[in-house]
């Protein structure tokens, strides 16, 4: 039965409350049979006032209290429930239709929970289910079942890196629906996909359709550009976005967060949020290093731009000179110098032009070389937004065509001025300081820097606004012209020191960076790219925005890819050669509209209310007892001390008044690190056994929460089992207190994991050993030993013959091995010591990264690997003690020592 949002289980048992008005007739009109008692004595009474008389009927808001009980306790029984599940009929089939494109990511989990209940209340009915995944692959009519079958497939399905859609001809894939009706659960992501009218109309017109509307609002990010900048833009149908975070590795390798970009102001249009999120603002060597942007908190595919060549350095190509013969020769080349200025800003390759062409470099440059092609491949590349930067040198000056030689900005005479020649100047000449609307403005000419040589141009009218660099006698030494959509540069010297001292000087340098800004031709989208490439995937997004390598790509033609992100074309990194595209799985986003559907509210359905009703009974009972004595003779002090205690608080203990952190790490395993004073320090602490967590979450039934700083001066360490230690140079010493509350936990069964972290500085004066005697002097330490070949330390859970950590070449001690050791603890050493620095090695960021660096390469992730084993070994130490010291690995050391006694 259904009242208004309520709805009852058990509606008989409200006839109950037919009965409420007869027990207030009872309770007031019926007082208890008195007793009739004769003594003669009592007429000695008459007269007499009673200081304290009892009232003849209950009074009216005791009573009051007293029915609110029994009409709570009845309400309860008969099981209601607020805004049940509307009723079903008993032939109506479930579809259950479900967003799963990217913008679907975030809430996906929950539509996930909410979609299998559905199913298995309609399964556990007898009605047949079908699941239709809204990603714009369709197989045919959809399947009715009543089996295992469908809940499996919705376990199996997960987000898909490319915008949601659905499939055309609804009427077809519903083919095999009964014919007594159809009843919709929609797990909508709250967005607008293509054909999503249409598949309301049709499923309207079979039956009743629910909505049920993301808990999380969708967001997606998007490149695009402003002009000659390209930006970012966040969309969201909610009023407030994270921030942008810029990821990519450090210097050392390592992924991490290296830029955090604040949205702009907001601007909104029907239902969508837009904020923009300019990029060009990072530096460019930082730029360059970013592999991906994406919105905090958020993991989608629609959240993340991945980065292509539109933010990587440009591609320059170096044509124009053999392999040198000699060492000296290749160090005084002009490609040695062009190479060496073009290396912080520019990704080089050296080619033949052919070769260089088929590359598609942002920017060419040649050395030294004559006779072009007027009309060729590399006059077609520049009028098509290449920029070809020139050089002179001999073979230009002695070439007797040099007037006519294409692909240059202004023409130039045959010969060279030089120092010796018939055009000899007599002295090296400077560079005239650059003009300010120039490309070169703002950079300082250095005095020493001086032109010996050049190739003079041949005067024309526009020979003053092509020349961008001049020496000072007005001759020009940098030229510059249009072709087409790109531009031609000439430098007048040599690339080397032959004919001046620019090569080998920081303007030249400048000069290059200046010329080579902004000359990226990679495509802001896919309309940009030259037809007829071909594309292959090598890394390709999940539908949480999680990379991985592309598993048996298929090679697609740029036309494809210009369609953006769609089935079998997930969002990824697209390569055609030398040339590297990301593809996205952003789109422009609009709210969808739900005519005729019921539309969940955010407030959860079917919530059983019995619970909540009987709270309220007991607390009218409760109400009702002061009451009650309250009104007793001699008690109303009592009743008023008694709800005193019941309503003030810090009267009782109480278990607010323990550390709910230790409190959490007794209930639920949780690891200990004590507080240093160094906050840097105790980071790296947190951030290692939060890594070290996460690895015996993924590998061992141990399931830790999150690790618990540790204040030796006010903790309860018996409600901790293990603590990490890290020896800092200038942590404090302990009060006594703090060092009996230490002996009383390694006494209980605590261990404690010291760390001096200086593995690579042992025997030297900047070694912990000092610091470890200051600070564990005063704690009852087992004499030690180092840990031995058997030792339980080293098969708990791995087999090892190592227990690195961030450095692998530091000793580790434990309790020496005694006859009564192994009845102490369990067999389990109150403490281990060593200098591996172990939460280095553990350490995790935000998003599980590592923190620190581990030796070098594959050796480096093979160590991490190893100190994530030792770890573990550790934690099931800890916590199982020896009992896994001979049985669980007797095959394995069986086998090891054949092996080890065949050698």
Do not use: C
């Amino acid at each position: 039965m259904v009242l208004g949002p309520i709805g009852f289980g058990a509606p008989l048992m409200l006839l109950a409350l037919a009965a409420l008005p007869l027990l207030w007739w009872l309770l007031r009109a019926l007082p208890p049979m008195p007793r009739r008692v004769r003594f003669p004595g009592t007429a000695l009474l008459v007269g007499l006032q009673d200081p304290h008389p009892v009232a003849r009927r209950t009074p009216w808001w005791l009573l009051l209290l007293r029915l609110l009980a029994v009409a709570a306790a009845i309400l309860a029984f008969s099981a209601p429930i607020w805004r049940p599940a509307p009723p079903v009929i008993e032939d109506e089939a479930l579809l259950i239709v479900m967003d799963a494109g990217a913008t679907a990511a975030p809430n996906w989990r929950a539509a996930q929970t909410r979609a299998l209940r559905a199913a298995e209340g309609a399964i556990g009915g007898g009605r047949p289910v079908a699941v239709l995944l809204a990603d714009g692959r369709s197989d045919g009519a959809l399947p009715f079942g009543a089996d295992d079958g469908v809940a499996a497939l919705l376990r199996a399905a997960t987000p898909q890196a490319w915008p949601g859609a659905y499939p055309d001809a609804p009427d077809a894939l519903l083919a095999n629906a009964p014919a007594g009706g159809l009843r919709t659960l929609w797990l909508s992501d709250g967005l607008d996909h293509p054909r999503r009218s249409a598949w309301l109309s049709a499923l309207s017109a079979r039956g009743p359709v629910g909505v049920v509307a993301p808990r999380v609002a969708p967001q997606t990010l998007r490149m695009s550009r402003d002009g000659a900048r390209p930006e970012l833009q966040i969309q969201s149908t909610a009023a407030d976005m994270g921030a942008v975070l810029a990821l990519g590795p450090d210097p050392q390798g390592i992924p991490r967060e290296l830029a955090r970009l604040t949205p702009g102001a907001p601007t909104s249009r029907e239902g969508i949020t837009s904020r923009p999120v300019v990029v060009v603002d990072l530096p460019p060597e930082l730029l360059g290093r970013v592999t991906r942007f994406q919105i905090e908190g958020v993991e989608s595919a629609a959240a993340v731009v991945l980065g292509d060549d539109r933010l990587r350095r440009p591609v320059v190509a170096l044509i124009g000179q053999a392999q040198a013969r000699s060492e000296g020769q290749a160090l005084l080349s002009p490609a040695h110098f062009l190479r060496s200025a073009l290396q912080g800003s520019a990704r080089v390759i050296e080619a033949g032009l052919d070769d260089a062409l088929a590359a598609q470099p942002d920017v060419i440059v040649l050395m030294d070389q004559t006779r072009l092609q007027a009309n060729g491949p590399l006059a077609d590349w520049v009028a098509k937004g290449g920029l070809l930067i020139r050089f002179a040198g001999p073979r230009m000056a002695a070439d007797p065509e040099l007037a006519n030689e294409p692909l240059l900005p202004v023409r130039l005479r045959p010969g060279g001025r030089d120092m010796g020649g018939a055009l000899s100047w007599g002295a090296p000449r400077p560079i005239a300081p650059f003009a300010a609307d120039g490309p070169f403005a703002g950079l300082a000419v250095p005095a020493e820097v001086t032109i010996r040589g050049q190739l003079m141009a041949e005067p024309a009218p526009d020979l003053a606004s092509r020349s961008i660099a001049v020496l000072t006698d007005g001759t020009p030494l940098v030229t510059r012209a249009p072709l087409g959509e790109g531009r031609l540069v000439l430098f007048h010297s040599s690339a080397n020191a032959d004919w001046s001292s620019l090569p080998i000087s920081g303007l030249f340098v400048q000069m290059l960076e200046r010329l080579i800004a902004g000359a990226g031709r990679a495509p802001v989208t896919t309309r940009d790219l030259p037809q007829g490439g071909i594309w292959t995937a090598t890394q390709v997004l999940d539908g949480q925005g999680r990379l991985s390598a592309a598993e048996a790509p298929v090679p697609v033609t740029t036309e494809v890819l210009a369609r953006g992100a769609a089935p079998d074309l997930p969002a990824g990194i697209y390569a055609s050669g030398e040339r590297i595209l990301a593809l996205n799985a952003g789109v422009p986003m609009t709210v969808a509209d739900w005519p005729g559907a019921v539309i969940e509210s955010d407030t959860p359905s079917g919530i059983p209310l019995a619970g909540w009703l009987l709270l309220a009974a007991a607390a009218a009972l409760l109400a009702d007892l002061l009451g009650s004595l309250a009104l007793r003779r001699g008690q109303l002090a009592a009743a008023l001390i008694a709800g005193l205690l019941l309503t003030l608080p810090g009267t009782a203990p109480r278990a607010q008044d323990i550390d709910p952190e230790l409190a959490r790490a007794a209930s639920e395993f949780a690891m200990g690190y004590v507080l240093t004073g160094d906050a840097e320090l105790d980071e790296v602490s947190r951030a290692g056994l939060e890594g070290l967590s996460q690895t015996l979450i993924a590998r061992t039934t141990v399931e830790p929460t999150p690790p618990v700083a540790i204040d030796l001066e006010t903790a309860d360490l018996t409600l901790m089992t293990f603590l990490y230690w890290p020896i800092g140079p200038d942590q404090p010493v302990p009060s006594a207190e703090a060092y009996l509350r230490l002996n009383r936990f390694l006494r209980g069964g605590g261990m404690i994991l010291f760390d001096t972290r200086d593995a690579d500085l042992a025997g030297s004066a900047a070694d912990g050993a000092d610091d470890l005697r200051r600070l564990a002097g005063p704690l009852e330490m087992p004499p030690l030993q180092l840990v031995p070949g058997d030792h339980v330390l080293t098969r708990s859970f791995y087999l090892l013959d190592d227990l690195p950590g961030r450095f692998s070449n530091g000793e580790v001690w434990v309790e020496a091995t005694t006859a009564e050791s192994g009845t102490v603890n369990d067999g389990v050493s109150p403490v281990v010591i060593g200098g591996n620095a172990w939460a280095e090695a553990w350490a995790v960021d935000e998003r599980g990264l590592p923190l620190f660096a581990v030796g070098a390469g594959l050796d480096g992730e093979r160590q991490r690997e190893m100190a994530h084993r030792f770890g573990v070994n550790l934690i099931m130490y800890v916590l199982t003690g020896n009992y896994k010291s001979d049985q669980i690995h007797v095959p394995a050391l069986l086998e090891r020592l054949a092996a080890e006694g065949a050698q």
